[in-house]
């Protein structure tokens, strides 16, 4: 399902596969299953991904999955919100085998929903670091984005720099861009920065950086990375493969990143991720892929495609994303990120950043 195939026609196919599925029982004709994990039961018929991940980031990894099992993949994509409120609303009817999203926060919703399943893993539980999953295995990162500062190399030295909190600073006033705090990597930060420093010392650093913006807030980390470029302002917040974007297509860019610190703890992470919907019709298949893409070959490609970190820690990223050195993760289970979303945005709203 890639979006345009009617939903009554996935239907029929998915009844004639399980027919078919009985009828072959016993014949011969069958291909052997793929089994990841000996506890699950033999695999036939598609999976079916809800995903907000864009396709050009995902169907690699589909088709080579496809391409290794014989298992076929079936998705439709759409924005974060959208898909989840689908998922809620079609309830037991789903299609969905796994929900697939980007932000901690997004998959903390659709859990608190009841709309993911707990998985029993060992090859998840290996692969996938704890405070990179959910504590209650309903859903597991599969990638992690860092959301660190990004500088100016002409008008800053990384010696100025410490923690986010410290943006807030006076000699930051004018010299500061931001995204919009409506989207949510500034929800989770936020979240997480209430989590580590409690609500007061959180709000009087947000409303620091209103006070030291050079300029209204953007809508993309890109603009914010731009407008450090060309001298707009000097620092801002980004996620680094928004950073990785812009060098690929120019190498000398006069911005670096800098790994900030919060509250001593580490840089700031979140993920994307996926979990297997509670009324998932081929349970057997999502987790079979849900656990490949914690593997070697797809962790790689996660890196390769959006220049993101793998969340397996045995698989070094790409040399892009290598150059950029080595950072400490928060080690705040990512959770964190939807929990204490509502009071983030809520701070964001009396701090007056927009």
Not at 311 to 320: C, D, F, G, I, R
Request: with cysteine; proline share 6%.
């Amino acid at each position: 399902m890639s979006g345009s195939r009617p939903r009554s026609l996935l239907f029929l196919v998915l009844l004639v596969l399980a027919g078919c599925s009985d009828q072959n029982a016993g014949t011969g004709t069958m291909p052997a299953p793929v089994q990841a994990s000996e506890a699950l039961p033999a695999i036939t018929g598609p999976v079916v991904v809800y995903s907000s991940r864009q396709e050009h980031l995902i169907k690699p990894l589909f088709d080579r999955f496809t391409a290794e099992t014989g298992i076929e993949v079936q998705y439709q994509t759409g924005e974060d919100g959208p898909l989840i409120a689908r998922l809620q609303a079609e309830g037991e009817d789903t299609f969905a085998d796994i929900l697939y999203t980007v932000d901690a926060g997004n998959l903390w919703s659709a859990t608190e929903k009841g709309l993911l399943a707990p998985l029993d893993s060992p090859i998840l539980d290996t692969n996938i670091p704890a405070h990179l999953r959910d504590p209650e295995d309903r859903w597991f990162g599969l990638s992690v984005r860092a959301r660190t500062i990004a500088y100016s190399t002409e008008r800053v030295s990384p010696d100025e720099l410490s923690t986010y909190g410290a943006l807030a600073n006076s000699k930051w006033k004018g010299r500061l861009c931001l995204r919009t705090s409506r989207k949510v990597y500034n929800m989770s930060l936020v979240a997480t920065m209430i989590a580590r420093l409690g609500l007061e010392q959180t709000e009087a650093i947000v409303k620091g950086w209103v006070s030291n913006l050079a300029a209204r807030v953007f809508s993309s980390d890109i603009q914010v990375i731009e407008a450090i470029a060309a001298g707009q302002c000097d620092v801002g917040i980004v996620n680094t493969y928004y950073l990785g974007q812009v060098q690929a297509e120019k190498p000398d860019v006069p911005v670096a990143l800098f790994w900030a610190n919060q509250a001593s703890s580490g840089v700031h992470v979140n993920i994307s991720g996926a979990g297997v919907t509670t009324h998932a019709k081929n349970p057997a298949a999502a987790q079979r892929l849900i656990e490949w893409l914690s593997t070697e070959e797809p962790q790689h490609m996660f890196s390769d495609l959006n220049l993101e970190y793998p969340v397996n820690p045995a698989v070094p990223p790409v040399e892009l994303v290598r150059s950029w050195g080595e950072f400490r993760q928060d080690q705040l289970n990512v959770e964190t990120a939807g929990r204490l979303q509502a009071d983030a945005v809520k701070l964001m709203d009396r701090a007056d950043y927009r």
